[in-house]
T-cell receptor
Framework: GENVEQHPSTLSVQEGDSAVIKCTYS??????FPWYKQELGKGPQLIID?????GEKKDQRIAVTLNKTAKHFSLHITETQPEDSAVYFC???????????????FGTGTKLQVIP | KAGVTQTPRYLIKTRGQQVTLSCSPI?????VSWYQQTPGQGLQFLFE???????NKGNFPGRFSGRQFSNSRSEMNVSTLELGDSALYLC??????????????FGEGSRLTVL
């Protein structure tokens, strides 16, 4: 089955600096790679995702890159703000055209702390 | 639009008991999946239901079971509770059809403590 590894497990950055979180996956059939942000006491929320036919995607201060050959993908947050402090999870799955998906496998999470 | 609702939010049980957790998905979503979240293991997939049928299953023992009703609401049950079952149980819904973007919408979870 799919295995997703995520690094680092904790990350502290100064406000305004950039943060990078990296993940690797094992199943070359995986074609959908979302990133979720979980704030304290809440469920995870999707912040950005990327499909396997795209190498990079940006949404304001957040970007994700995917290297299919190396089977790794990364989350980049620029100009970090205190409200970016949370736990971030990467994930990998096979998303079918029918809308179904093979089970989503999550990384173990990165606790990001942005220091004001 | 109401989000995913999970009940109860907190519960305490003792070893050997059983527990039932409930999840109401976003209106119109037909897929409901369940995850176990623990500090050491992260988010572990339990199972996914679509149109009252289990479509995917994770690697959990048979003590963990679930079902989905015709209105897409779902329940999961854990029998013969063990201390290691203490966790946050998250439910997520998605469209589950060809219009699905892949995004999972999570509830706030049910925190189970087994004593």
């Amino acid at each position: 089955g799919e295995n997703v590894e995520q690094h680092p497990s904790t990350l502290s950055v100064q406000e305004g600096d950039s943060a990078v979180i990296k993940c690797t996956y094992s199943d070359s059939a995986s074609n959908y790679f979302p990133w979720y942000k979980q704030e304290l006491g809440k469920g995870p929320q999707l912040i950005i995702d990327i499909r396997s036919n795209v190498g990079e995607k940006k949404d304001q201060r957040i970007a994700v890159t995917l290297n299919k050959t190396a089977k790794h993908f990364s989350l980049h947050i620029t100009e970090t703000q205190p409200e970016d402090s949370a736990v971030y999870f990467c994930a990998a799955s096979i998303l079918w055209d029918s809308g179904g998906y093979q089970k989503v496998t999550f990384g173990t999470g990165t606790k990001l702390q942005v220091i004001p | 639009k109401a989000g995913v609702t999970q009940t109860p939010r907190y519960l305490i049980k003792t070893r050997g008991q059983q527990v039932t957790l409930s999840c109401s998905p976003i209106s119109g979503h037909r897929s409901v999946s369940w995850y176990q979240q623990t500090p050491g293991q992260g988010l572990q997939f339990l199972f996914e239901y679509f149109s009252e049928t289990q479509r995917n299953k994770g690697n959990f023992p048979g003590r963990f079971s679930g079902r989905q009703f015709s209105n897409s609401r779902s329940e999961m049950n854990v029998s013969t509770l063990e201390l290691g079952d203490s966790a946050l149980y998250l439910c997520a819904s998605s469209l589950g059809t060809s219009a699905n973007t892949g995004e999972l919408f999570f509830g706030e979870g049910s925190r189970l403590t087994v004593l």
